[in-house]
C-alpha cells in the first residue's frame, strides 16, 4: 500500500503565503506524476497543479504566476508553494500521485493512483 500524507495548511490573511508538502510512503517502485487538487465547501474538486515525469507542470489558470508547483524525487514529495492568497482560494487541498507499485503477487508492477486525506487553507480577508 502506499500512503500520501500534506501538510502545511492552515489560516493565513490576504496576500499571504502557504507552502504545503506531500509525502508518499509505501511499496512505492516509482511516481509518474503528482499533483494537488483542491475542494472549496459546495464546488467541484479542482486540479490546482500538477508535476510529471520530466518536469512537465500545468497550473490552473487561477493560480498561474501566484502557485508553485515542485518535487523532490529523492523524498517522493511534491510541494505547493502559494504566494499572494485570495480568500477564493480557501479550500482543502488534496495531494494525489499516480504510482507504480510492484505485486508479488501479480509479479508485475502495476499503474495505481492514491489520493492523501487533504489540508485545510482558510484565507481571511
Known amino acids: 500500500q502506499v500512503q500520501l500524507v500534506e501538510s502545511g495548511g492552515g489560516l493565513v490573511q490576504a496576500g499571504g503565503s502557504l507552502r504545503l508538502s506531500c509525502v508518499a510512503s509505501?511499496?512505492?517502485?516509482?511516481?509518474?506524476?503528482m499533483a494537488w487538487y483542491r475542494q472549496a465547501p459546495g464546488n467541484q474538486r479542482e486540479m490546482v497543479a500538477l508535476?510529471?515525469?520530466?518536469?512537465?507542470?500545468n497550473y490552473a489558470e487561477s493560480v498561474k504566476g501566484r502557485f508553485t508547483i515542485s518535487r523532490d524525487i529523492t523524498k517522493n514529495t511534491a510541494y505547493l508553494q502559494m504566494n499572494s492568497l485570495k480568500p477564493d482560494d480557501t479550500a482543502v487541498y488534496y495531494c494525489?500521485?499516480?504510482?507504480?507499485?510492484?505485486?508479488?503477487?501479480?509479479?508485475?508492477?502495476?499503474?495505481?493512483?492514491?489520493w492523501g486525506q487533504g489540508t485545510q487553507v482558510t484565507v481571511s480577508s
Open positions: 508535476i510529471s515525469t520530466g518536469a512537465k507542470i
Open positions: 509505501g511499496n512505492i517502485h516509482s511516481i509518474n506524476a
Open positions: 494525489t500521485a499516480d504510482v507504480q507499485v510492484y505485486s508479488p503477487e501479480d509479479s508485475d508492477i502495476l499503474d495505481r493512483n492514491y
